[in-house]
């Protein structure tokens, strides 16, 4: 079992920056390929950012390639989400996700535990 616990949502302007946490424990938590997703009102979960067990490899959402990036601390267990140029249309739910059967990647399917979320509002 991996439990994961997002913080660091909230409500910021148009032009800010969030940076969300994601806190893992369990086992292989340190390992696993870990992912980022958002969803609002009536839409899929959709693909934010992913980053490899070893932090060697991310990519991004062509939405958000250039704005956010995703990193994490293996040594903490946690994933950070850095959230800048914040645009209204970022607005969601935030979802932290954590993959043990594969490598991780950019579809939900790909993942194996979830957090519970963190909101995050752009207001204009």
């Known amino acids: 079992q991996v439990q994961l616990v997002e913080s660091g949502g909230g409500l910021v302007q148009a032009g800010g920056s969030l940076r969300l946490s994601c806190a893992a424990s369990?086992?292989?938590?340190?390992?696993?390929?870990m992912g980022w997703f958002r969803q609002t009102p009536g839409k899929e979960r959709e693909f934010v950012a992913a980053?490899?067990?070893?932090?060697?490899?991310?990519y991004y959402a062509d939405s958000v390639k250039g704005r956010f990036t995703i990193s994490r601390d293996n040594a903490r267990n946690t994933v950070y989400l850095t959230m800048n140029s914040l645009k209204p249309e970022d607005t969601a739910l935030y979802y932290c996700?954590?993959?043990?059967?594969?490598?991780?990647?950019?579809?939900?399917?790909?993942?194996?535990?979830w957090g519970q979320g963190t909101r995050v509002t752009v207001s204009s």
């Open positions: 369990g086992r292989t938590a340190s390992s696993s390929g």
């Open positions: 980053v490899s067990g070893t932090g060697s490899y991310t």
């Open positions: 996700a954590a993959a043990i059967r594969t490598y991780g990647g950019s579809r939900h399917d790909q993942y194996d535990y």
